[in-house]
């Protein structure tokens, strides 16, 4: 590997973050959403004490529409619906940096999630409308209270529908939680912004392991 083992676990962290905002962006603009992905997403958080950030979503692989998505941003081939995107990563590693101001916050949002596991025996299924409605509660209980607010764009006529308004919610709490591992290894805002070129290379890197 042509990178540090941090960078590496810095690069896979945002490469979550960047596929939880674009599963939102598929979500919100289009009804639905790629359930392998956002199930990988909503199991990341029920993982503790994981050796490293590979580990909290299984493999790379598993981040493969992150990782694509964030090549295509640090790349020079972007479009408008990238601006969207970005606009969703920057909120979402913004918002961490304001729940990490709110301690009391961060452990009620810990202590519901314990209690989803209790939850997922009983609907069976991480992906039952039931067990992504407890995520997008614990966020809305939360994460939503704080300023300012994701603003989701998209179509009027999904956004309106309870079921994508959950999934909405329960996806951007799965984004927070890999801005919270972002952060944890090193990553700023500064650097996704300001040091493009080397997260790609970071990012290229994890590609070819795919």
Do not use: C
Not at 54 to 68: A, W
Not at 74 to 95: N, P
Not at 136 to 142: C, E, S
């Amino acid at each position: 590997m042509s990178f540090n083992p941090r960078l590496r676990d810095r690069t896979i962290a945002i490469s979550a973050v960047v596929q939880a905002a674009s599963l939102v962006q598929q979500v919100a603009e289009t009804g639905q959403v790629n359930s392998a992905d956002m199930k990988v997403m909503l199991e990341s958080l029920l993982v503790e004490n994981a050796p490293d950030t590979e580990s909290v979503y299984g493999s790379v692989s598993q981040l493969r529409t992150g990782i694509d998505a964030l090549n295509t941003q640090l790349s020079k081939k972007k479009d408008k619906k990238d601006v969207t995107l970005l606009r969703y990563v920057i909120s979402l590693l913004h918002l961490e940096r304001q729940l990490a101001k709110q301690p009391e916050m961060l452990a009620l949002i810990d202590r519901e999630i314990q209690q989803v596991p209790a939850q997922i025996d009983y609907f069976g299924d991480i992906m039952s409308p039931q067990v992504i409605a407890r995520f997008a509660d614990i966020y809305q209980r939360t994460l939503s209270e704080l300023k300012p607010r994701i603003q989701v764009y998209g179509d009027a006529g999904f956004l309106q529908q309870p079921d994508n308004i959950n999934r909405v919610r329960a996806l951007l709490l799965t984004g927070i939680r890999a801005a919270v591992l972002w952060q944890q290894k090193g990553g700023r805002r500064w650097q996704f912004l300001f040091q493009s070129g080397k997260l790609l290379s970071a990012t290229e890197a994890l590609s070819s392991e795919i």
